[in-house]
């Protein structure tokens, strides 16, 4: 399953979920940060996710995934313009880190669009452990259970759900799937902070990740 046999995880995954109440209270200025980075793709945009019209600029990257490898998102609407525009760059925010570890690029531009602070150091971290380890991934990344609050104009918070179960490493050099079945959950549950900028973006500034969480496996 998808990043189980990268040592390097181990050292990359936070133990406790970021509270929604905290939104807000990141700290942008850190210089590096030991959370796992959001891990996500899909071919041309996700499946049901939000429309790119309910957030932010025209002008945002295009990410475009190979055959193989997809991120479903399910429910990422609330029917709330504000939430929807968060939940929105949320997605995109999964699929511009796994856009660079697909490409290889730990300076992906992409990235620093979707992410700042100790997100994107955390982000560039996790690329490079997948370089590291000559691996990419194919199959499919489900992400559901969305919990959105917004704080004020520029401040929100998302917890939400992953499984991994279809989605397997891949090696960069051969091209060899890793099928092989994991004694470890693939349910990963995603607790972020994000903040509004200048362009209308909403970046995720802080992410924190827990394997085998209740919420996501039950």
């Given at each position: 399953m998808k990043r189980r046999p990268l040592p390097v995880a181990a050292a990359l995954t936070a133990t406790a979920a970021l509270l929604l109440t905290a939104c807000g209270s990141g700290d942008d200025s850190s210089k590096s940060n030991d959370n796992i980075a959001g891990a996500e793709t899909g071919k041309t945009a996700p499946s049901a996710s939000?429309?790119?019209?309910?957030?932010?600029?025209?002008?945002?990257p295009k990410i475009k995934?190979?055959?193989?490898?997809?991120?479903?998102?399910?429910?990422?609407?609330?029917?709330?313009?504000?939430?929807?525009?968060?939940?929105?760059?949320?997605?995109?925010?999964v699929n511009a880190v796994d856009d660079a570890i697909l490409r290889g690029d730990t300076n992906s531009s992409t990235l620093a669009y979707y992410r700042k602070g100790k997100a994107l150091v955390s982000a560039q971290k996790w690329v490079l452990a997948w370089l590291d380890e000559d691996l990419t991934w194919t199959g499919v990344t489900r992400y559901f259970n969305p919990k959105v609050e917004v704080a004020d104009s520029?401040?929100?918070?998302?917890?939400?759900?992953?499984?991994?179960?279809?989605?397997?490493?891949?090696?960069?050099k051969?091209?060899?799937?890793?099928?092989?079945?994991?004694?470890?959950?693939?349910?990963?549950?995603?607790?972020?902070?994000?903040?509004?900028?200048?362009?209308?973006?909403?970046?995720?500034?802080?992410?924190?990740?827990?394997?085998?969480?209740?919420?996501?496996?039950?």
């Open positions: 939000p429309s790119a019209g309910t957030s932010g600029p025209g002008d945002r995934f190979p055959d193989g490898v997809e991120n479903k998102f399910e429910s990422w609407k609330t029917g709330d313009p504000t939430k929807d525009a968060v939940l929105f760059d949320v997605t995109q925010t520029d401040t929100a918070a998302v917890v939400y759900c992953a499984d991994e179960s279809k989605a397997y490493n891949k090696n960069r051969t091209g060899t799937v890793d099928r092989t079945p994991s004694d470890e959950s693939p349910y990963v549950t995603y607790s972020t902070q994000l903040r509004k900028n200048s362009d209308g973006v909403w970046q995720t500034t802080d992410v924190l990740s827990k394997r085998g969480d209740k919420t996501c496996a039950s």
